[in-house]
């Protein structure tokens, strides 16, 4: 059972350039979530996803767009890259099928992104 | 708007040691508090989950504690081992998609 897996683990950009980060969850859960790590500050939420074919913006959404593939893939990309986008990024997924909130959040082990 | 503030930033302590590290949040209506652990270079694992209605949760060493209308959770380590070294994050829900983390406290155990 791998969990959330997230490809890739590293990758450098330049300026301007787009990418698509890919994360995929093998534990049947509903809703899935992209966030961002940076220094000295915790996780922000930049999208989530409830359902299959639904998507919301999170706390941080501006210059991202995702897609929910299918209920097992949601990936994240990145339009035009911007030195400001430089950040550990992590996708987690959840079960909150019928309204559970009380269900644990799991993670993958993230995608370190440098963009110059 | 929910803040959620953790303190000390960084602690540093010897094998055996018993500790406590703090997390407060400003806004009491929340659905759950999650303490996770976020080992160097890895994403996140979630430790304790601890419901509105609840006051403590309790994993082997770990006891987690939830004030709500205090806005203030511990997450107390028992005889802390140098495998505990890591950064400790806690992170409140309001709803399904709306969870707010600390910045984490970074816990170094010497041998």
């Known amino acids: 059972n791998a969990g959330v897996t997230q490809t890739p683990k590293f990758q450098v950009l330049k300026t301007g350039q787009s990418m698509t980060l890919q994360c995929a969850q093998d534990m049947n859960h509903n809703s899935m979530y992209w966030y961002r790590q940076d220094p000295g500050m915790g996780l922000r939420l930049i999208y989530y996803?409830?359902?299959?074919?639904?998507?919301d913006k999170g706390e941080v959404p501006n210059g991202y767009n995702v897609s929910r593939l299918n209920k097992r893939e949601f990936s994240l990309r990145l339009e035009s890259a911007a030195p400001s986008q430089t950040s550990v990024y992590f996708c987690?997924?959840?079960?909150?099928?019928?309204?559970?909130?009380?269900?644990?959040?799991?993670f993958g082990d993230g995608t370190r992104l440098s963009i110059l | 708007k929910q803040e959620v503030t953790q303190i000390p930033a960084a602690l540093s302590v010897p094998e055996g040691e018993n500790l406590v590290l703090n997390c407060s949040f400003t806004d009491s209506a929340i659905y759950n508090l999650q303490w996770f652990r976020q080992d160097p270079g890895k994403g996140l694992t979630s430790l304790l989950l601890?419901?509105?209605?609840?006051r403590e949760q309790t994993s082997g060493r770990l006891n987690a504690s939830l004030d709500k209308s205090s806005g203030r959770s511990t997450l107390y380590i028992a005889a802390s081992q140098p495998g505990d070294s890591a950064t400790y994050l806690c992170?409140?829900?309001?709803?399904?998609?709306?969870?707010?983390f600390g910045a984490g406290t970074r816990l170094t155990v010497k041998p």
């Open positions: 992170a409140v829900r309001r709803n399904n998609n709306d969870m707010r």
């Open positions: 987690a997924s959840s079960d909150t099928d019928r309204g559970r909130s009380n269900q644990p959040q799991h």
């Open positions: 996803s409830a359902s299959e074919g639904t998507t």
């Open positions: 601890i419901q509105s209605s609840q």
